[in-house]
């Protein structure tokens, strides 16, 4: 299965903005509230948790395509027959609280078990922030030799920013900017740079290499949809900038 066309599209442009809703967020008018704006703000995909009944309210609220993300290889299948567009091994952020880690070799595992089940499907893979940056681009391109269409970035949780405000911003997202750097050099497939990333820091992510940028907790914080839909639009917005500085 070919990767949807208003994905390539955007991937080529190098502005995808994903919203994401959260890999463990079940709630039903939370997920359509972020959805709806994530299509609203002007967000490229939307990515929730792997779950039919979400997928199904997704396929019938909004057009964006729509992600899934899980850590279970099984829970794809049903998700995909359920609508999905394209699927995520990842992001970790949620389970590194619980003391819960993901090192290189079963990311591997999990990525070729997914392909095994699910050999046509446009899959996205995160890569380990705890992981030291080189072993981190050595298993971005084992991913991608095991069929991952897309490499995702993280490493929001890992920084602990010394200063509010801008400079704050940029701290946070000092980890998986690295990455990203680091790894679109390495392999030939799309990056998506996520966790930490805000409007101020979008820019500096495509700078890096990224082709586009995951984001949640900016977004599926906050308590009004106006908010959520200003939020989104100003990440969209940073995105079209960095297209204009390098157009320039």
Do not use: W
């Amino acid at each position: 299965m070919a990767m949807h066309p208003a994905l390539q599209r955007a991937f080529t442009n190098r502005c995808v903005l994903k919203v994401i809703s959260g890999l463990n967020n079940f709630d039903r008018d939370r997920v359509a509230a972020i959805i709806k704006a994530a299509e609203l703000g002007g967000a490229t995909f939307v990515d929730i948790a792997a779950d039919p009944a979400l997928v199904d309210l997704a396929k019938n609220s909004i057009y964006l395509p729509v992600c899934v993300s899980a850590v279970e290889p099984e829970k794809f299948v049903q998700a995909v027959a359920a609508g999905a567009d394209l699927i995520e091994i990842g992001n970790f952020d949620a389970f590194y609280a619980q003391g819960r880690r993901f090192e290189a070799e079963e990311v591997l595992a999990l990525t070729h078990q997914t392909r095994a089940l699910l050999p046509e499907i446009t899959l996205s893979v995160t890569v380990p922030h705890i992981l030291e940056l080189d072993r981190q681009v050595q298993l971005a391109e084992e991913l991608v030799k095991a069929g991952a269409d897309i490499i995702q970035t993280e490493g929001g949780t890992s920084s602990q920013p010394a200063h509010s405000g801008t400079l704050g911003l940029i701290e946070k997202a000092t980890p998986t900017l690295a990455a990203a750097y680091e790894i679109s050099r390495a392999v030939s497939v799309p990056v998506l740079c996520a966790s930490g990333i805000s409007s101020v820091t979008a820019p500096l992510a495509i700078a890096s290499g990224a082709a586009g940028i995951g984001v949640g907790s900016a977004i599926n914080q906050l308590n009004s949809e106006v908010a959520m839909i200003a939020a989104v639009r100003s990440l969209v917005e940073a995105l079209g900038t960095t297209k204009v500085l390098s157009a320039g």
